[in-house]
């Protein structure tokens, strides 16, 4: 009986050993916690404390800064080639209010323009397999960056410069941007991204939550293979605080992740005007899927700093409530670039505030009509289907440019209720299948100066009396067919303009319609063929 017990005490003995060993191996192998590390969870700054880890962590090939619970602070980071910052559940990272803590300046890329500027919270540059992850919560303090904002927009006297403007200034020299965009430049201060990674590989960001940054949040510049999945963002009435913001990167995937911020929630965009045609680099291989967007200017936009081109897009599965518009697709003249094969898909919208889709290239400049050239904006091949929209504003707005219309568009199983209904001007190409706009002010669909156009089986449950549920205005080669209207409507087609011509009606069913075609003034006698 002694023997055995002295046998499980030594086999007792030899345990604890090899789970101490075990927790040795496993504290020394990669793994850094900083409160072992000479850092604080007290919300003293440990900037340097924190820096010095992931040099260490580097110089050994790689490894995990870990925050256990409690309170930090710090100033800008650089992230290394094999680094993951790993909060625990009940950490909270602040970042400091001091723009001193985000100097020196580096290179960077700011609303498509590549510049130097102040340190992004996060930085990157030229490496590879980095991560941010955990349950924790990562205050970017915005608050201090948007009052510098509002204090030289709204001064109205020339204000003596900063040190911070003097410093942008003496390092930008001969940095070239159109005239439109002076207003901005001219405030020589531009707020450092959340997250920026320039020109790196192989990112994930997974699990953490993000509040309060200066400027915008999740923001890859020239990357590759990014994820972005199962984060948080909160940014309260704040300016361009967009949530996730990839730019001329390729292959990313962003999926279930909850936005509410004070600009556009995801944003896809890869340069400014002369600037991004110079790198030209498209963002391509894009996935979004399985997200919440709230408040927002926009639920997912394109643009509309696009001028290296993006192409390849998938949108499916989301749910936007609350946002100004939904779907938003924008540029402009003399911004370049093509926007072509993007897929939208099973998407729930409600509460919005202006246009459920829109794609317009009228954004944020003149309009004036000018030759074809690699300043010309492309909108092409773009599909939508299965979208449900209540409480909007707006269904949706389709506004190209004379010199290059929209092409190749549709929309297909949507059913939308709101204010006003769709309207197309200037495209080519455009189909409507299976799609219901029941308005309460004008027209379902209003279109014009367009060709090529197919709508099937599409209504309004809620036709107005004296109002037509489609308008056409200089429309050529369109095909109306498969139509019913259940309810009793008056007028179920207006068609006016000189241009407008072959017109076909098809497989229509008009005995609820009091008027099947309503025919303006200008309208040819053999514009429309029954």
């Known amino acids: 009986m002694r023997k055995n017990n002295t046998t499980m005490k030594i086999k007792n003995i030899l345990l604890i050993l090899c789970f101490i060993t075990s927790l040795t191996a496993f504290a020394n192998d990669g793994w850094y916690n900083i409160l072992n590390e000479g850092g604080n969870n007290k919300g003293q ?7 010095k880890i992931i040099e260490k962590a580097s110089k050994n090939g790689g490894g995990t800064i870990y925050f256990p619970a409690g309170e930090y602070l710090t100033g800008a980071l650089t992230l290394r080639s094999n680094i993951t910052i790993h909060l625990d559940s009940g950490a909270l990272l602040k970042f400091s ?23 992004p919270l996060f930085y990157a540059k030229d490496v590879e397999n980095i991560t941010i992850t955990g349950r924790g919560v990562i205050d970017g303090q915005g608050k201090a960056w948007w009052n510098e904002v509002y204090r030289i927009e709204s001064a109205k006297e020339p204000l003596p410069p900063t040190k911070y403007q003097t410093m942008w200034e003496e390092q930008n020299k001969g940095l070239y941007t159109e005239p439109y965009y002076k207003r901005t430049v001219d405030k020589k201060f531009f707020r450092p991204s959340f997250f920026q990674a320039y020109n790196c590989k192989n990112i994930l960001i997974e699990g953490v939550t993000f509040k309060n940054s200066p400027f915008w949040t999740i923001n890859p510049e020239f990357c590759d293979n990014v994820t972005v999945t199962g984060i948080s963002i909160f940014n309260p009435h704040s300016p361009n605080t967009d949530g996730i913001n990839p730019s ?12 509410s911020v004070g600009d556009d929630c995801i944003t896809i965009k890869s340069g400014r005007d002369g600037d991004g045609r110079k790198y030209g680099k498209a963002t391509e291989n894009v996935t979004i899927t399985n997200c919440t967007m709230l408040s927002g200017h926009g639920g997912v936009v394109i643009g509309s700093e696009m001028s290296g081109g993006i192409k390849k897009i998938t949108i499916s599965n989301c749910v936007f409530d609350g946002t100004d518009r939904g ?14 094969d993007i897929r939208v898909d099973n998407i729930v919208m409600k509460n919005i505030k202006e246009e459920a889709i829109v794609l317009s290239l009228f954004y944020d400049k003149g ?23 209540s409480n909007v504003n707006k269904a949706g707005q389709i506004l190209g440019i004379t010199e290059m219309p929209i092409q190749n568009i549709t929309f297909s199983n949507i059913s939308m209720d709101g204010k006003e209904g769709f309207t197309v001007s200037t495209a080519t190409d455009v189909e409507f299948h299976d799609v219901k706009v029941n308005a309460t002010v004008g027209s379902s669909f209003k279109i014009s100066d367009s060709k090529n156009v197919i709508l099937d089986n599409v209504g309004s449950s809620t036709a107005i009396k004296g109002v037509p549920v489609i308008k056409l205005d200089n429309v050529s080669n369109a095909l109306i067919n498969n139509n019913f209207p259940f309810n009793p409507t008056d007028i179920f087609i207006e068609a006016n303009g000189k241009d407008t011509r072959n017109i076909f009606l098809k497989n229509n069913v008009f005995n609820n319609v009091t008027t099947a075609i309503k025919k303006g003034k200008d309208l040819d006698k053999k514009a429309i063929t029954e």
């Open 45 to 51: 700054k440990c900037t340097d404390v924190i820096q």
């Open 248 to 259: 001329s990167c390729t292959n990313v995937h962003i999926s279930n992740c909850h936005i």
């Open 97 to 119: 209010e001091n723009f001193d803590d985000f100097l020196p300046y580096v290179e960077m890329r700011y609303e498509g323009i590549v510049m130097k500027s102040f340190q």
């Open 327 to 340: 779907i938003r697709i924008k540029s402009a003249r003399g911004r370049g670039g093509v926007v072509e």
């Open 367 to 389: 309009t004036t009509v000018e030759p074809v050239t690699e300043k010309t904006p492309i909108f092409r091949n773009i599909h939508m289907s299965n979208i449900t929209a």
